[in-house]
């Protein structure tokens, strides 16, 4: 009797969170125009997108909330969100910490300094890396970026910044030489504080520094399998359909696509 309470109590379960799932999705809305809270308080962006996309192809409601980015691990860990979606790359050493989807896109990076910096003209890497030893570099606290600077500028200085849109204040005023960000990320900042600002060196990926990770994609919790078979189903669609191709467009106005090695 006890046993086939039990027994029909679990297919309920299974079955109603098989047909209506509440997927609470944790981002660090810092970082446009991957995602930024715009004047009505909404979390917008290409992640925005790519995750209503991801939620209406895997059937789920999903909330977004905004958080620093690097507390989105924890508080994935903790439970306090289902999946996060930040621009994340994935590393290996976020990989032991929790799950990753398939990849959905792959940005380039750059440094970039005040315009009219001696540093502003440098065309090689070399030659960047050796121009910013003792150098006070901006980048967010827990990014790939703070990984890079020190892994392969140990003669520069990293500083710290919770927020990106900081890092691109603190160069305008003057308070750090350099900052390391995506691409992407910098020409949206630039738009905003324009003519002060000046991108330098080289495109870089994880081919220059292996520490950029290997593609972005959306971290779940460890043990999460037929949320991450989901997910990943679904990000594969998306990139067989050309709907992150879509989205990148119209979010950068070129592809930044996953593209499979
Ligand atoms: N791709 C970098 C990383 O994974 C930076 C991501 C920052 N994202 C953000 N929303 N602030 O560490």
């Not at 990849?103 to 005040?114: H, K």
């Not at 308070?175 to 910098?186: C, F, H, K, P, T």
Request: aromatic fraction near 6%; charge should be negative; glycine fraction near 8%.
């Amino acid at each position: 009797m006890k046993t086939l309470a039990l027994s029909s109590l679990l297919a309920c379960l299974l079955a109603g969170t098989a047909m209506a799932d509440t997927l609470r999705v944790g981002t660090s809305a810092d970082f446009p125009p991957w995602e930024s809270v715009n004047e009505a308080g909404d979390v917008i962006g290409f992640d925005r997108d790519v995750i209503d996309e991801v939620c209406k192809r895997i059937e789920a409601e999903c909330n977004v909330a905004n958080q620093a980015f690097d507390g989105l691990l924890p508080a994935l860990q903790v439970g306090k969100f289902d999946m996060v979606i930040s621009g994340m790359s994935i590393t290996e050493e976020r990989a032991e910490q929790v799950d990753f989807s398939n990849a959905y896109a792959e940005p380039p990076y750059r440094f970039a300094v005040a315009a009219g910096s001696d540093l502003a003209k440098t065309e090689k890497r070399e030659d960047l890396e050796a121009a910013l030893e003792g150098k006070v570099i901006g980048v967010q606290t827990g990014s790939t970026h703070e990984a890079v600077v020190r892994a392969h500028l140990p003669k520069s200085e990293p500083r710290l910044y919770e927020r990106n849109e900081q890092i691109a204040d603190d160069l305008n005023a003057g308070r750090i030489d350099a900052g390391l960000l995506e691409q992407s990320v910098w020409e949206q900042l630039m738009e905003a504080r324009e003519g002060q600002l000046s991108l330098t060196g080289p495109l870089l990926s994880s081919a220059d520094y292996a520490e950029f990770g290997n593609g972005t994609a959306i971290a779940m919790r460890k043990g999460s399998d037929d949320l991450k078979k989901r997910v990943d189903e679904a990000v594969a669609s998306m990139l067989a359909d050309g709907k992150i191709a879509e989205l990148s467009n119209k979010w950068f106005g070129y592809d930044l696509s996953y593209k499979a090695k």
